[in-house]
Every structure is written in C-alpha cells, then in structure tokens.
C-alpha cells in the first residue's frame, strides 16, 4: 500500500540529467524521489564537476529526519563533530544524525554518492 501523495516513479541511466546544486563544483543527478514522494525523501546522486576545485565544504549541519550516503565509486574523507575524520571508499555507507556538524574535506575525482533524506527539501546550518 502506498501513502495517497506518494506516485510510482522510475529514472533510467541514460536519460540521467545532471545539473548544479547546492554547491558549484558538484554536479547532482536526481532520482524522481522527493516527487514521487510528494517531498517526502529525496534521494540523488553527487559527482565532482569542476576536479580542479578545492571540494572541501566547510563546517555545516544539515537540519533532517533520516541521511545516508553511499559511496557508488571513488573515495572521500570527512570531519564529523565528535567522531573526527573519517574515510569512506566504494561500498561504505554512513548514517548522518539530525544536526551533526560536517565537512567533507576531499573527494577523489571519481567519487559518487548516493544520498538519501528525508525531509526532501531540509535546512543546512553554519556554526555561528
């Protein structure tokens, strides 16, 4: 059974569209989730568009229900409050609490994730 807002939805490889977000040097391929859900998720995909940037993102919480990344290929190294660096490489998979503060501090330039959150469209906080 599905929840009444939420529709069937499918996005096939070689139609993929990516297109700027969030941030300028990467690029975000978008799932059809957060419409298909009525807003509810949002999954995509982050890739490095611009591999002479400097990709760090600097310290930063993201205001949510439920974030995970999985890394699709490629490698990167991540600054989370209270749990220092971490290194994640093809295959790892980490959960992001509500509000925990982050920087993604390199990525290979192959790197793609795949992110998952709920809400769809959720706040992103600077330290003050």
């Avoid at 529709?7 to 975000?28: C, I, N, Q």
């Avoid at 998979?93 to 790197?111: T, V």
Wanted: hydrophobic residues 35%; proline residues 4%.
């Amino acid at each position: 059974m599905t929840s009444a807002n939420h529709k069937f939805s499918v996005k096939h490889v070689d139609s993929a569209e990516w297109t700027p977000g969030l941030r300028s040097d990467f690029e975000y391929r978008d799932l059809g989730i957060q419409e298909a859900t009525g807003g509810a998720f949002d999954a995509h995909i982050i890739r490095i568009a611009d591999p002479s940037a400097d990709h760090e993102t600097g310290v930063h919480a993201h205001m949510t229900d439920f974030q995970m990344i999985y890394v699709l290929q490629g490698s990167a190294r991540f600054w989370f409050d209270g749990e220092g660096e971490i290194e994640v490489s093809k295959g790892s998979c980490f959960y992001q609490p509500d509000g925990i503060m982050h920087n993604a501090l390199w990525m290979s330039e192959d790197c793609e994730l795949l992110e998952i959150a709920s809400p769809g469209k959720f706040e992103t906080r600077t330290p003050d």
